[in-house]
């Protein structure tokens, strides 16, 4: 069992910037995991947004985001990160990390441990 807590979530105006955090239970998104960041819009579903391989050395973004988001991690810290740049109103969404078990980075299916979310507003 591994608990993950985002946080870092807010209002910003278009343009603007936000780092989500992932703080998890254990040490995590590493060894045989990797993490990931969705994103669910209101009235939408929720949607793959970047992700971060075990190893840490290759990231995989949507098109919606790449070269405005980035993913890391901290595994001394247990947590992991979303830079978020150059946000648009239309990246408005609760944001969850999750950890990989395996399978595709993209698809949620993927994943079986969630966090509780964290509501990203961006303002025109």
């Known amino acids: 069992q591994v608990q993950l807590v985002e946080s870092g979530g807010g209002l910003v105006q278009a343009g603007g910037s936000l780092r989500l955090s992932c703080a998890a239970s254990?040490?995590?998104?590493?060894?045989?995991?990797?993490m990931g960041w969705f994103r669910q819009p209101p009235g939408k579903a929720r949607e793959f947004v970047a992700a971060?391989?075990?190893?840490?050395?290759?990231?995989y973004y949507s098109d919606s985001v790449k070269g405005r988001f980035t993913i890391s991690r901290d595994n001394a810290q247990n947590t992991g990160y979303l830079q978020m740049n150059s946000l648009k109103p239309e990246d408005t969404a609760v944001y969850y990390c999750?950890?990989?078990?395996?399978?595709?980075?993209?698809?949620?299916?993927?994943?079986?441990?969630w966090g509780q979310g964290t509501q990203v507003t961006v303002s025109s």
């Open positions: 999750a950890q990989r078990k395996g399978g595709t980075y993209y698809a949620r299916i993927a994943y079986d441990y």
């Open positions: 254990r040490r995590t998104f590493s060894c045989d995991n990797g």
């Open positions: 971060l391989s075990c190893s840490g050395n290759t990231t």
